[in-house]
């Protein structure tokens, strides 16, 4: 059987798209999901932004929304969201910065007032913001400093990238974070939240008309800013061995990465839709690696793949796997390398990319199924320098990668020189040496 | 919300909801018997019987069997959980004749390769290995060993090296025979499906399965009881970046009189997010926490409520100290009519945002389901919820909320315990 879905869902959320005087973009996707919507909004900021000396100030940022506004007490917000029987948050990544609800509908004209209100008023008062600070380093040693395989997650992507930003934590470095101080927060808030540096994504049991006259009453008002640029320094390309160890005592299981960095969607948009191509059938349980090196060479317990490339700039490909209990590291890593560049001579089979391709679009479809799919997707595309014309034809994209685009990117990922090797050891054992 | 409840040809009833809005389809199911009803020497039983209905089935071998399923977008996962097997199975409508064949050939004709269990053992072994490296696993161990003692619920779900080592196929194909049939399923179907298409996939699925179960009696847990008491302070020493503190208080049972008013006082405790005093005073006034929460969890066999936060290590004597304040504040003033009815908007409303998607529409009603709720519990639930009073409330905060009552795990190296407090030492477990 075969399934037509790039014919029959030419687009995938058919969204209604304006954009406010003031600069700010508005997306609205009316869906069945019962009397709810789910409120997004995204500034197209994040800790690859910071300037050099204040990493974690985004995510600092993004926790002190929830301080003090003009109307609103610290920890107002998210109260009335509760009392109303809703749930908010927020996060930070390297690219953007969102803040969400999701409420009964008819509570969205609120949701508005508040969320446009602290777009705007954020008092930034001293007590509050020096209190936050000691949260974010308990989240910083909770996520990070007490969990070895972050820490060696940390070292990798610093190790990766050593000149982009990408390659500070998103969180920022516990050294820097305690430093950080309230003008720090003020200006950073100043230069970059406004509305023509933001996108609305609503979702839900709403009309367009509805939501666009809301979003006009309410972060309408806002005046234009001078947003600033997004410059970033781009990395060498280094061609000595990177490889990071981190042991430690409570690793019983060690663990092997490999990341790679890899072109920008922006600079080759059809190696990107490749590589995604590529990802899908070397991650399949099914596929080569899990096949060969799990289940027939029984040199892994599990390896996984995945590709992100959907960041403003540079790209990520990477690998992970457990090697097997009699297994040295060294000999699961050579059956790995043997096998990618085995697979890379021999190439990727036509009938294999195209159920790679015919999985990945089923997602598309799958998104629907979910309240807030419309916000995770559109948010992430218009913060990293993507359309609304690029979600809506990502179906129709991936259909048309060929064979060949995808085993010319194996085959570069293969000859790729940028990547860094990371080991997760017990405190006894010693790293591969080669 | 429109449950329907169906009786299929082959006598099998489910709940459906028809929902015709996406072209996918959920269809949530669960034996009843889980990690619970495995023999203490092979613990870990359950959990490695249900993963090796992934490893294969008819004529499909592994790699075959997870191929197909991926090549037709359709996802299915079987797990053990504490007290029962469950099953989510999840893909578009036209790829649901595909993922119907696929888990009925799973659930009656796994292949049991001598291969598969091996790896499959070994991938078991690996993810207990990287799970006691979590410090947080390791005050979950302490906690529930603690609590539960000598009863099933303190047993370790995927076990250990040792009882992992214990376990053969035969013991795999005797649980299959024991856990999963007919007298112990529950159904549940949300989607892009007519009724009559329900039952008959309903019946291509489960109806060739054996029509009685022989799955173990699990006893009641009774907590606190003279081999668990509560009210000591256990230490797993360890030198990290942070302290782990876990602690647990006598639950209630959901169906108690009492379970609607405690699920409010557990809101405003500690349940409620950032709404909650413990997020409020501990985290956003203080600054000591980035998380800070209680959870009610209520079991088939037994009840527990359990709170938890990271401190830095020297926070931890005053943080204890408040959080046994508070406690002690909740005991003896209550809650007010403001947090009452706050806690009782956001628990009936907020109830709406896990329906908006069939996968999260599926799983609610089968946990209602298996607690023995009706069709219409929503309905039930919203009232119970409403008839909830603060008097009611206080006297359940009176009730349960003792502080000296509460039992603490801590995983860490605070430099000093609250006044009055000491410590029973135990080591951190590495097997
Ligand atoms: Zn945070």
Redesign the interface.
């Given at each position: 059987?075969t399934?037509a879905v790039t014919n029959t869902h030419a687009s995938v959320f058919n969204p209604h798209v304006t954009t406010l005087d003031n600069g700010l973009t508005v997306i609205v996707v009316p869906?069945?999901?019962?009397?709810?919507v789910s409120h997004m909004l995204w500034y197209k900021v994040g800790a690859a932004d910071e300037r050099d000396g204040e990493t974690g100030l985004a995510h600092y940022l993004e926790h002190l929304m929830?301080k003090s506004t003009k109307t609103l007490k610290?920890?107002e917000f998210?109260?009335v969201v509760?009392?109303?029987?809703?749930?908010d948050n927020a996060f930070t990544s390297y690219d953007y910065t969102a803040y969400f609800q999701?409420?009964?509908s008819a509570e969205l004209p609120r949701m508005m007032t508040m969320e446009a209100g602290r777009m705007n008023d954020l008092l930034l008062k001293d007590d509050e913001v020096l209190?936050?600070?000691?949260?974010?380093l308990?989240?910083r040693?909770?996520r990070t400093?007490?969990?070895?395989?972050a820490r060696l997650g940390e070292t990798v992507q610093a190790s990766l990238f050593v000149h982009h930003p990408y390659g500070r934590p998103v969180i920022g470095w516990g050294h820097e974070v305690e430093k950080l101080s309230v003008q720090q927060a003020r200006d950073f808030y100043r230069r970059w939240y406004g509305p023509n540096n933001a996108v609305l994504v609503v979702s839900?049991d709403v009309t367009p008309d509805a939501v666009v006259a809301l979003a006009q009453n309410t972060y309408g008002k806002i005046p234009t800013f001078q947003a600033p640029a997004r410059v970033r320094a781009a990395d060498p390309v280094l061609t000595a061995d990177r490889r990071v160890v981190v042991k430690?005592k409570?690793?019983?299981?060690p663990?092997w990465q490999r990341h790679y960095r890899v072109t920008p969607w922006r600079d080759d948009k059809e190696h990107s839709y490749a590589m995604e191509v590529l990802g899908e059938y070397l991650n399949?349980?099914?596929g080569p690696l899990?096949?060969q090196l799990?289940?027939q060479q029984?040199v892994m317990?599990?390896i996984a793949a995945d590709y992100d490339g959907r960041n403003l700039d540079d790209g990520t490909f990477s690998f992970t796997f457990?090697p097997?209990?009699n297994i040295t590291m060294h000999a699961a890593e050579d059956a790995f390398e043997k096998l990618l560049a085995d697979l890379a001579q021999k190439g990727v089979a036509a009938a294999d990319v195209t159920?790679a391709i015919?999985?990945l679009q089923?997602?598309a479809?799958?998104a629907?199924?979910?309240?807030m799919a419309p916000g995770y997707a559109f948010g992430l595309a218009l913060t990293t320098g993507r359309t609304v014309a690029d979600v809506e034809q990502w179906p129709a994209r991936i259909g048309a990668v060929t064979p060949d685009q995808v085993n010319a990117a194996l085959r570069q990922l293969v000859a790729n020189p940028s990547f860094v090797t990371g080991e997760l050891l017990p405190a006894s054992l010693s790293p591969t040496v080669h | 919300?429109n449950v329907q409840e169906m009786i299929s040809a082959r006598g099998i009833s489910f709940w459906l909801v028809e929902k015709h809005?996406?072209?996918?389809a959920s269809i949530h199911f669960a034996w009843k018997g889980g990690v619970e009803t495995d023999p203490p020497a092979q613990q870990g039983l359950a959990k490695l019987a249900t993963a090796m209905l992934m490893e294969g089935a008819g004529d499909l071998d592994?790699?075959?069997f997870?191929?197909?399923l991926?090549?037709h977008?359709i996802s299915l996962n079987i797990d053990a959980t504490r007290d029962y097997i469950q099953g989510q199975l999840?893909a578009?409508t036209?790829?649901m004749p595909?993922a119907i064949d696929l888990t009925q050939l799973a659930l009656t004709k796994p292949r049991l390769e001598a291969?598969a269990f091996t790896?499959t053992r070994?991938?078991q072994?690996?993810s207990i290995?990287?799970s006691?490296?979590?410090?947080d696993w390791q005050a979950r161990y302490r906690l529930m060993q603690t609590v539960f003692g000598g009863h099933p619920y303190a047993l370790r779900g995927a076990g250990t090296a040792t009882t992992l080592a214990t376990i053969g196929i035969d013991d795999v194909k005797t649980f299959y025979l024991s856990h999963i049939a007919r007298d112990n399923l529950h159904v549940v179907v949300v989607g892009d499906m007519t009724a009559d298409n329900a039952k008959t996939m309903v019946d291509q699925l489960f109806g060739a399965l054996p029509d009685k179960s022989t799955v173990p009696t699990v006893p009641q847990a009774t907590w606190p009881s003279r081999e668990s008491p509560t009210g000591q302070t256990i230490w797993v020493k360890?030198k990290?970046?942070?302290t782990i503190w876990q602690w647990a208080l006598p639950g209630v049972d959901d169906d108690d009189p009492d379970w609607f008013a405690a699920n409010v006082v557990n809101y405003v405790w500690g349940g409620?997010?950032?709404?909650s005093r413990l997020m409020?005073e501990v985290?956003?006034?203080?600054?000591?926490?980035?998380?800070i929460g209680t959870g009610l969890s209520a079991m088939e066999h037994g009840n527990v409520w359990m709170g938890k936060a990271?401190?830095?290590d020297d926070k931890v004597s005053h943080a204890m100290t408040y959080v046994q304040g508070m406690i002690a504040r909740l005991h003896q003033g209550g809650l007010t009519q403001d947090e009452v009815d706050?806690a009782k908007?956001?628990l009936?409303?907020?109830l709406?945002?896990d329906?908006?998607?069939?996968?999260g529409m599926a799983q609610v009603l089968l946990d209602w389901k298996l607690s023995g709720r009706a069709a219409g519990y929503l309905a039930e639930r919203t009232q119970g919820l409403q008839a909830v009073t603060l008097e009611h409330a206080n006297r359940v905060a009176k009730k349960m909320l003792d502080p000296a009552a509460m039992l603490s795990v801590l995983v860490g190296s605070p430099p000093s315990l609250p006044p009055g407090v000491t410590a029973k030492e135990a080591l951190?477990q590495?097997e």
């Open positions: 059987m399934i869906s069945a999901s019962g009397p709810v929830f610290a920890g998210s109260k509760a009392a109303l029987g809703g749930e999701q409420i009964a209190t936050e600070r000691d949260v974010v308990r989240e040693a909770l400093d007490d969990d070895p395989a839900g430690d409570d690793v019983q299981q663990q399949n349980p099914a899990v096949d799990v289940r029984k317990v599990d457990v097997a209990d159920a015919q999985r089923r997602n479809v799958f629907r199924d979910s309240l | 919300m809005d996406v072209p996918v592994a790699t075959a997870q191929g197909q991926a090549d977008g999840y578009l036209a790829d595909k291969e790896r070994a991938q072994l690996s290995k990287q006691m490296a979590e410090p360890r990290g970046a942070q409620g997010g950032f709404s409020q985290r956003e006034e203080q600054g000591l926490t980035y998380g990271a401190l830095a706050g908007t956001y009936i409303n907020s709406m945002l329906l908006t998607s069939s996968r951190w590495n």
